[in-house]
């Protein structure tokens, strides 16, 4: 006689179900929802912040870039006065608030990789122009008749820009020459020039450039 099994064993509770429940898919999606929101959040923290970053260190670049610049030029300068277009003197050394370049000066080491004829020195200003930081150069040291110049523009965003001038005695003046009245062989150059500026994302930048004891006339 044979034997068939019984497969019905009457535990219901124990028979095993293949795959999940739509409850349980439910819950693992919000789960994968809560985690992707954080992971995202946290990537975008992370950009935003290396952008910050990226643009504090072009800024501080472009900062050291201007301030190198602008302490070759002091470094450079030379008591030569100049003439104008209009045929008047200018002195070698000017700055400060009687002039709306806040420095002038004549510098020496131009470069001449053509050998034209010309001089090794040249004139050139930096202005302050509504937040933006110019440098101007003109071609010829006097002017005969017209005298063309080239700005190039440093920098934008310049919050505040401020310059003092010391003289031998250590002694501080908003303007240079000390006396606009008085030009003498002492105050063709000043001995030091005090620059502050306060640049947006920065901050305040201080720097005090000593100038050449010689020469003293040109």
Known sequence: ??????????????????????????????????????????????????????????????????????????????????????????????????????????TAGRPNPLGDTRSEMQRVAWLFVEGTLVRRSWKQLDALGTNPSTDETMARGILNLEVVFWDEGGGKFPTWPKETNKSTLQDLLPKAVEVTMEKRGVGHIHRIFELPGFPRWL
């Open 1 to 106: 006689m044979a034997i068939f099994p019984n497969l019905d064993t009457g535990n219901h509770s124990k028979r095993i179900h293949n795959g999940f429940t739509l409850l349980e898919l439910l819950i693992a999606l919000a789960i994968f929802v809560v985690l992707a929101t954080m992971a995202y959040q946290g990537l975008a923290n992370m950009l935003k912040t290396r952008d910050i970053l990226e643009d504090r260190a072009k800024t501080l670049r472009e900062m050291q870039m201007i301030l190198m610049v602008l302490g070759n030029d002091l470094e450079q300068a030379v008591a030569r006065t100049v003439m104008l277009e209009s045929g008047q003197l200018e002195s070698a050394f000017l700055g400060g608030e009687q002039t709306e370049r806040f420095l002038v000066m004549t």
